[in-house]
């Protein structure tokens, strides 16, 4: 078991070399970089209706920088690290990211690593709770629904998930947004930020009532697409199991049903469940929380990333990249390895991977 830990642990280091030359390929395609920004913002135009590549800066001829002093254009390149070729950006990047230094943002005057340790907070909140909350229901109820598949609970909760899983997030957010947080005559939550303005002035038990009442709506808007999905994912892992061999011979063994359920059945239909930790995570931490940071005005890491790259803040923009796609990885390796707690009969010792 060791030496596999150590075997992915290695693997990710080639995996982040991989993805970031990928995307920095990518980005230097892409037209309206921090150059022609600074320069559009400069000339009092709009930086998306800027041309010209962000691989190489600005010629002096070229449209963006027309009726600018060729100095000062060069002067903006150097300042962005654009007088360089994209080769030399690229090695420079790569040492720095192996120190985790991962540079300063263009736009907002901090360090990347500050700017992410100061929004992390927030995506954490979100992420977190919601997985922890989606689990601890989800579970529970999909065992539920396979003991009593077919009864009347089953057909009415299945509608509920059904529906649950048809509604986006962000409209099922709108939704408790206009009945809970003043839309209608309730207004019983709020709709902004993660703690209240007077939040430093409140006790300890009143900041930690604070925080939830905050997350409340936020976290439930994420939960309901989730909760779905992992509900029936562990329904149809239990009614698949139950109709297995070994379950008939442990009731004709006299074992009682709850012994039948959690002592064997139990292990074996988790297997599927726990595959889908690492995915559904990242979905909730990263993917999921964009929207609901931007409706209830949350200030995380989703969002920070999105802006950055609107404004070409390309330094942000890799460095969330490489904080994400290192976070993905070792989510991944701990989904592996809660396979042996659940079932130790996995080895992966015995595996190449």
């Known amino acids: 078991m060791f ?85 030399e950006r690229l090695w420079l990047m790569l040492k720095n990211y192996a120190h985790l230094d991962f540079g300063n943002s263009f736009f907002r005057g901090k360090s990347v690593i500050d700017l992410i340790l100061e929004k992390m907070p927030v995506t954490i909140s979100l992420g977190l709770w919601a997985t922890l909350i989606t689990y601890l229901v989800s579970i529970p109820l999909g065992i539920r629904k396979a003991v009593r598949h077919g009864s009347s609970f089953d057909v009415w909760s299945s509608t509920a998930i059904v529906i649950g899983y048809a509604m986006p997030a962000f409209l099922f957010a709108m939704f ?6 003043g839309g209608t005559s309730l207004n019983w939550f709020p709709v902004r930020g993660l703690v209240s303005e007077n939040f430093e002035e409140l006790s300890t038990v009143g900041k930690i009532a604070d925080y939830f009442w905050h997350l409340v709506l936020p976290v439930t808007s994420l939960v309901i697409g989730g909760f779905a999905t992992l509900t029936i994912l562990t329904k149809n892992s239990f ?70 790259a609107l404004s070409r803040d390309y330094p942000v923009v890799f460095g969330s990249l490489f904080i994400f796609t290192l976070f993905g990885l070792l989510i991944k390796l701990i989904g592996d390895l809660c396979y042996t707690l659940v079932d130790p009969r996995i080895d992966f010792a015995a595996r190449n991977a």
Do not use: W
């Not at 408790?176 to 947080?181: G, K, T």
């Open 3 to 87: 030496a596999y830990i150590v075997r992915r642990l290695l693997l990710i280091i080639p995996t982040l070399v991989i993805i970031l030359l990928v995307n920095f390929v990518i980005v230097q395609a892409a037209p309206g970089g921090p150059v022609e920004q600074a320069i559009a913002h400069l000339q009092g135009i709009g930086g998306g209706s800027v041309g010209g590549s962000s691989g190489d800066g600005i010629s002096g001829g070229s449209r963006a920088s027309r009726g600018l002093d060729p100095k000062l254009i060069k002067d903006i390149e150097r300042q962005y690290g654009f007088d360089k070729p994209a080769p």
């Open 176 to 181: 408790l947004i206009v009945v809970f947080a």
């Open 239 to 308: 009614l698949n199991e139950i109709t297995r061999q070994y379950v008939v011979t442990a009731r004709a063994k006299g074992l009682s049903e709850r012994r039948v359920l959690y002592g064997h059945v139990f292990r074996n239909a988790m297997l599927l469940v726990i595959s889908g930790i690492p995915q559904a995570f990242i979905a909730v931490f990263f993917a999921g929380s964009l929207l609901i940071e931007v409706i209830f005005s949350l200030d995380g890491l989703g969002r920070m990333s999105y802006e950055a």
